[in-house]
């Protein structure tokens, strides 16, 4: 079964960090693209932050720039995002999503609530 279960959402305070995983079941984990989504409430969902299925390249958001790290472990199936000194505005539910060509394949999302 083709399954992306991400993981590690929270409440946290302004400042502070947390760290999202995502595990991958069902297909080839190395031979895709990994990224994570967010969406806030009354918002589009938007792009955060993309790794290549080599694990050579990201690229990120300009608001997460310079605060949020998305990295992959083949060896487990895992892609990370490391977010740093959050803020409000980084509220919301984190989502991952493989991709390959035209095949893309979602996970249910993590909550992520920045607030003191």
């Known amino acids: 079964q083709v399954k992306l279960v991400e993981s590690g959402g929270g409440l946290v305070q302004p400042g502070g960090s947390l760290t999202l995983s995502c595990v991958a079941s069902g297909f080839s984990f190395s031979n895709y693209a990994m990224s994570w989504y967010r969406q806030a409430p009354g918002k589009e969902r938007e792009l955060v932050a993309v790794i290549t299925s080599g694990g050579f390249i990201t690229n990120y958001a300009d608001s997460v720039k310079g605060r949020f790290t998305i990295s992959r472990d083949t ?37 992520v609530t920045v607030s003191s």
């Open 75 to 111: 060896t487990k199936n895992t892609v990370y995002l490391q977010m740093n000194s959050l803020k409000p505005e980084d509220t919301g539910v984190y989502f991952c999503n493989a991709r390959r060509g035209s095949n893309a394949i979602w996970g249910q999302g993590t909550q």
